[in-house]
């Protein structure tokens, strides 16, 4: 194992560690930075709308380790999911989910319905993994601004919010490009609320496939 590889597993160590105690992390995905914070720490949660501004009726997206994992989350997984998770997960889709009773409001807020994907950056990926639980994967900027590719970036746009970060994982320039695509499962047929880094037709192509 060489040197970047130890210093990236101490600093995922790290910033399990401070998820754990119920902080707010910056780490690398497959497109850009984004905001962590542990789906069962409640004043992280709320902590990241303040350090992004962003709106409250905006939910915050989650990553899990594995479609397994998505018990904890979901109420229920369509028959048209199977395909696109097959597909695209690990990947920059987005699938949006009847929320399981009892999440916490910034997850799904009024919506009843609730984000979810699997990250295939492998930084991301051994963060959850570590961690044990699901963690928030929203955007690390400013809201409105435009997304954050390096550790610096993150700094410039959310460094002077006097509640802010809490530790940045940084391991090096994110890919950058399109955000992920958001596909609406609970709806028949599925609704594209974000064309990204995954096309509309290869989501509903497949979606039609797992209705069929």
């Given at each position: 194992m060489g040197l970047k590889d130890r210093n990236l597993q101490d600093l995922t160590r790290c910033a399990a560690d401070v998820l754990r105690q119920g902080g707010v992390v910056a780490y690398p995905t497959e497109t850009s930075y984004g905001l962590g914070a542990s789906i069962e720490a409640i004043d992280a949660l709320f902590r990241i709308y303040e350090i992004k501004r962003r709106p409250q009726d905006k939910p915050l997206l989650v990553i899990v380790k594995d479609p397994s994992w998505l018990e904890r989350l979901a109420a229920h997984i369509p028959e048209a999911a199977y395909p696109i998770m097959e597909?695209?997960?690990?990947?920059?889709?987005?699938?949006?989910?009847?929320?399981r009773p009892g999440l916490p409001w910034p997850l799904c807020a009024s919506t009843g319905k609730v984000g979810v994907r699997v990250s295939s950056h492998s930084v991301a990926a051994a963060l959850v993994e570590r961690l044990g639980a699901p963690i928030t994967a929203t955007s690390a900027n400013l809201s409105g601004h435009p997304a954050a590719n390096t550790a610096a970036e993150v700094m410039k746009q959310l460094g002077s919010c006097p509640k802010g970060l809490d530790f940045i994982l940084d391991a090096g320039p994110a890919h950058g490009g399109q955000p992920s695509s958001i596909v609406d499962i609970t709806v028949d047929p599925p609704v594209i609320l974000r064309q990204g880094a995954v096309s509309r037709e290869d989501i509903l192509a497949l979606c039609a496939k797992g209705r069929a």
């Open positions: 597909k695209f997960w690990p990947g920059p889709l987005t699938i949006l989910f009847s929320a």
